[in-house]
């Protein structure tokens, strides 16, 4: 059955890796991300965002992640599973998730002024912890692709701010800002700096106050949003191909890596997954343009996409052989 973050969590924190976060919005993606963390025997979560929700239908989604513990057995291995909401933007949409089986849920106020996220959050988690059910909380804002750079810096998670947040709301973990952002622009080329190859590359993220945050809450977790690195050879491959993407640029995996290595315990992942059945699809339309049976391009793209969460859970996360 599915389980919630709680030792998974304990755990990771204890071992200095982050479980992997993906986001599903179709059985292929959710295949490719348990053959992966099967075959690498890694823990994993399971996103389902509103996007996914009004996409697939939340039945359907609960359905197959219920399914997939029963999967990973089959490939042999059984491994935690959480089903978590992500993103939720509402008490509702929380509770919603809580009845129909989640095992998780992030309740996002970060928008909302801070004693409104306090509130809200811990309605949240009142709700959620009466039916074992785990919560994540936001302090701070994670920068748009519109954000200058001086707002995105004012947006950054306040350490000052994190005990207070976590003790009044109960949350079990806590998304931060400290330089991720969602989508495969996640900075401006002002804010880069370009490589030889012309290749962009980032600013780095706020080591600085993941410490300060560390230090105010010592074994807390915390949770990194926006941690897609937009690998260059999808960039290349969907451009290849006929797509046309601009300025995308990505977090490194090498800062990753660090910060799984810290009070980071779960590291949330959907655009590179995106990237890479985009650039696979689009190869194979474009070599075999007879082609119109789906499972022709869905199947090598979850291919790719299984290459790809398994090189996550072993070189970036660490979550490898950890289940
Ligand atoms: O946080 C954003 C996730 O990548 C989900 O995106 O709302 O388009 O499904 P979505
Ligand atoms: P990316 O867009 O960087 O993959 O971030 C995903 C995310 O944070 C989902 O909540
Ligand atoms: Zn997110």
Same mark, same amino acid.
């Given at each position: 059955?599915?389980?919630?973050?709680?030792?998974?969590?304990?755990?990771?924190?204890?071992?200095?890796?982050?479980?992997?976060?993906?986001?599903?919005?179709?059985?292929?993606?959710?295949?490719?991300?348990?053959?992966?963390?099967?075959?690498?025997?890694?823990?994993?979560?399971?996103?389902?965002?509103?996007?996914?929700?009004?996409?697939?239908?939340?039945?359907?989604?609960?359905?197959?992640?219920?399914?997939?513990?029963?999967?990973?057995? *089959? =490939? @042999?291995?059984?491994?935690? /599973?959480?089903?978590?909401?992500?993103?939720?933007? #509402?008490?509702? $949409?929380?509770? +919603?998730?809580?009845?129909?089986?989640?095992?998780?849920?992030?309740?996002?106020?970060?928008?909302?002024?801070?004693?409104?996220?306090?509130?809200?959050?811990?309605?949240?988690?009142?709700?959620?912890?009466?039916?074992?059910?785990?919560?994540?909380? *936001? =302090? @701070?804002?994670?920068?748009? /692709?519109?954000?200058?750079?001086?707002?995105?810096? #004012?947006?950054? $998670?306040?350490? +000052?701010?994190?005990?207070?947040?976590?003790?009044?709301?109960?949350?079990?973990?806590?998304?931060?800002?400290?330089?991720?952002?969602?989508?495969?622009?996640?900075?401006?080329?002002?804010?880069?700096?370009?490589?030889?190859?012309?290749?962009?590359?980032?600013?780095?993220?706020?080591?600085? /106050?993941?410490?300060?945050?560390?230090?105010?809450?010592?074994?807390?977790?915390?949770?990194?949003?926006?941690?897609?690195?937009?690998?260059?050879?999808?960039?290349?491959?969907?451009?290849?191909?006929?797509?046309?993407?601009?300025?995308?640029?990505?977090?490194?995996?090498?800062?990753?890596?660090?910060?799984?290595?810290?009070?980071?315990?779960?590291?949330?992942?959907?655009?590179?997954?995106?990237?890479?059945?985009?650039?696979?699809?689009?190869?194979?339309?474009?070599?075999?343009?007879?082609?119109?049976?789906?499972?022709?391009?869905?199947?090598?793209?979850?291919?790719?996409?299984?290459?790809?969460?398994?090189?996550?859970?072993?070189?970036?996360?660490?979550?490898?052989?950890?289940?």
């Amino acid at each position: 059955g599915l389980v919630n973050t709680r030792d998974m969590f304990a755990k990771a924190v204890k071992g200095g890796y982050a479980i992997p976060a993906y986001n599903f919005n179709n059985m292929e993606q959710l295949q490719a991300i348990i053959q992966a963390c099967v075959a690498t025997k890694s823990p994993v979560i399971l996103q389902v965002s509103k996007g996914a929700r009004d996409y697939a239908n939340i039945n359907l989604l609960r359905n197959m992640a219920r399914g997939a513990g029963e999967y990973a057995k *089959e =490939l @042999g291995c059984e491994i935690p /599973i959480v089903l978590h909401l992500d993103h939720g933007d #509402s008490f509702e $949409t929380c509770k +919603e998730c809580i009845d129909n089986g989640f095992s998780s849920v992030m309740i996002d106020g970060s928008h909302f002024p801070y004693e409104e996220n306090v509130a809200l959050t811990k309605k949240v988690v009142e709700y959620a912890h009466a039916h074992d059910v785990t919560v994540e909380g *936001e =302090l @701070g804002v994670l920068a748009g /692709i519109e954000d200058e750079v001086s707002s995105a810096v #004012s947006h950054y $998670t306040k350490p +000052e701010e994190v005990v207070d947040f976590v003790s009044r709301t109960g949350v079990d973990s806590l998304a931060i800002s400290i330089g991720t952002s969602h989508g495969a622009n996640k900075f401006v080329p002002s804010q880069c700096t370009r490589n030889v190859d012309g290749v962009l590359i980032p600013p780095p993220l706020r080591f600085d /106050i993941l410490e300060d945050i560390e230090k105010q809450l010592p074994g807390f977790p915390i949770v990194l949003h926006g941690s897609s690195s937009v690998p260059v050879e999808y960039v290349n491959m969907i451009l290849q191909f006929g797509g046309k993407l601009k300025d995308s640029v990505g977090i490194p995996e090498e800062q990753l890596r660090k910060a799984a290595k810290s009070a980071v315990c779960k590291i949330n992942i959907d655009s590179d997954g995106r990237l890479a059945m985009t650039a696979v699809i689009r190869k194979v339309l474009a070599e075999k343009p007879g082609e119109f049976d789906p499972r022709k391009y869905l199947g090598p793209a979850r291919e790719e996409l299984k290459k790809m969460y398994m090189h996550k859970n072993i070189n970036v996360l660490g979550s490898a052989n950890q289940a």
